[in-house]
């Protein structure tokens, strides 16, 4: 817990670090897809009315909740959506894609096949999303459930996403449609309710409005949509909802997000944790660099995968994670700053897709931001996150456990066993890390991250695949084609 002289200014801050400030009776940060996907199929059994999918890619042939019998609803998502409107004579289904993800539909055969016969459908509306600048993509991953339950993070319901909080090393369930074996996937979600879910509601809606011209009216009433499987995070807390935009014909920019990080970073005092995809923001990282110069500033601990997928990602995203890190190394003057990378118990890398920020033990953050350059001002994001006051004791003991739980998943102990192992050293988190991290199994491990020669460093600075703003990305192209 942090003494009362540590007590920080208020961060979230509607206009200028997030959207708005809406209350939630219920908030529950959801870790892995097999627990997200059988708490969506639960509540969207329950919707009488509407449902929306607004998300970067969907995959109609995962399994959702892998029950071991059959139950009287489909387990794969194409038929259990075609049973839910078939069944529901006043459910309205509205699903939004990224334009380019469609193209990932087109090879996979059963997948597309829904899609198609879904545009043709009543009370089932299927959408391509073509309102970004170009090389941008929408990211947002949001699921609105009769604007009562909403889930919003970085999970796309989609092939590869699935495992469960073991992470074995084999898990046939992983499988994809087609067969092939996929590796453990480590990801996180947030499900909220009550006006929290109905503001998730208006972001919906308004995307919709974007992508489609048509204007959908807010419904009046709330239900309760909660899947009676979903132990609450949080109770009765304020939940911010904080935006990344790109600006684009009538649409200015949004730049929340960015606000967001940078604020947060800036009233840590002891610890700065972060789950992402990547490690690739120079304006992020620069904010970080500036706390580890510090003297006796917050410990910053980043859970990464050990590398990118595929080989153009790996290039470009690694070596902008080289370079960030090579500055925030430089930076660490007193050993506070470390990059993980979780391992399974064979020795096998699991993938990091989690969005997650915590702050101390008074601020938790979850959405589809990561934490590169896309995602402060060129690719379309929302995220979601609560921020306790000095005086909530309860509020920020329930944050600290969820960061305990997070670090006792990667090294494979329990929650209480990583508490404990905090205590020693006064609450320190790379402390209690080292100390529990193992030689071999479920562990996580340093990562090594090579050092950039002079020509790769210019490469990391100078990425097309990652602009901060779409005017960057449009000078970067014009002189690649025209040399100026």
């Known amino acids: 817990m942090m003494p009362a002289e540590d007590q920080h200014q208020r961060v979230l801050v509607p206009g200028q670090t997030c959207w708005q400030i809406a209350h939630a009776s219920r908030f529950r940060l959801i870790v892995d897809a097999a627990d997200y996907f059988k708490a969506l199929k639960a509540g969207m059994i329950e919707a009488e009315r509407s449902i929306f999918l607004i998300g970067w890619d969907f995959d109609f042939r995962i399994h959702l909740a892998h029950e071991k019998t059959p ?33 990932r539909s087109l090879g996979r055969g059963a997948s597309l096949f829904f899609e198609l016969s879904w545009m043709a459908k009543e009370r089932v509306y299927t959408k391509l999303d073509f309102t970004h600048p170009t090389g941008a993509s929408h990211h947002q991953k949001i699921v609105l459930i009769d ?3 909403a889930f919003c993070g970085g999970i796309d319901t989609t092939t590869g996403r699935w495992d469960t909080r073991r992470h074995r090393p084999k898990d046939k369930r992983r499988n994809s449609p087609w067969g ?26 308004e995307r919709w409005r974007r992508a489609t011209g048509e204007v959908l009216p807010q419904p009046d009433a709330l239900f309760d949509r909660w899947p009676r499987m979903l132990v609450p995070s949080f109770t009765d807390v304020g939940v911010a909802i904080a935006r990344t935009q790109p600006a684009i014909l009538d649409q200015t920019a949004v730049l929340e997000i960015e606000a967001l990080y940078l604020a947060a970073i800036a009233a840590a005092r002891h610890t700065i944790y972060l789950e992402s995809q990547y490690c690739a923001s120079r304006r992020i990282g620069d904010a970080l660099a500036a706390r580890l110069r510090e003297t006796g500033g917050p410990e910053i601990v980043i859970v990464n995968p050990k590398s990118n997928a595929g080989w153009l990602e790996e290039q470009v995203m690694g070596r902008a994670r ?11 003057h007193e050993d506070r700053f470390r990059v ?30 990561n934490f590169n350059n896309r995602s402060m001002g060129f690719d379309t994001e929302c995220d979601v996150a609560i921020e306790a006051a000095m005086e909530e004791v309860d509020l920020r003991s329930q944050i600290a456990a969820v960061l305990d739980d997070l ?24 402390q209690a890390i080292e100390t529990l991290m193992k030689p071999q199994g479920r562990t996580l491990v340093p990562l090594e991250i090579k050092i950039l020669n002079q020509a790769e460093e210019k490469l990391a600075e100078d990425s097309i695949l990652d602009p901060e703003r779409p005017e960057h990305f449009m000078r970067r192209l014009r002189s690649l084609f025209i040399g100026r």
């Not at 998943?409 to 320190?428: N, Q, T």
């Open 407 to 430: 670090l006792a998943e990667h090294l494979g102990v329990s929650p209480a066993a990583f508490a404990e192992a905090r205590k020693p050293g006064g609450g320190s988190l790379i």
């Open 322 to 332: 080289a370079l960030v890190t090579s500055i925030l190394r430089e930076a660490d």
């Open 340 to 369: 993980y990378c979780p391992f399974a118990s064979d020795g096998t890398p699991i993938y990091v897709h989690a969005k997650i920020m915590i702050i101390d033990d008074w601020m938790v953050k979850v959405g589809s931001s």
């Open 147 to 149: 604007d009562s339950l």
């Open 71 to 103: 139950t009287e609803w489909p387990d794969v998502l194409g038929p259990f959506m075609t049973a839910l409107v078939d069944r529901k004579p006043q459910l309205e289904i509205r699903l939004l894609k990224w334009n380019l993800g469609a193209l």
């Open 180 to 205: 092939f074996a996929q590796g453990p996937w480590h990801d996180a979600t947030a499900a909220v309710d009550g006006e929290a879910a109905r503001a998730l509601g208006m972001q919906a809606r």
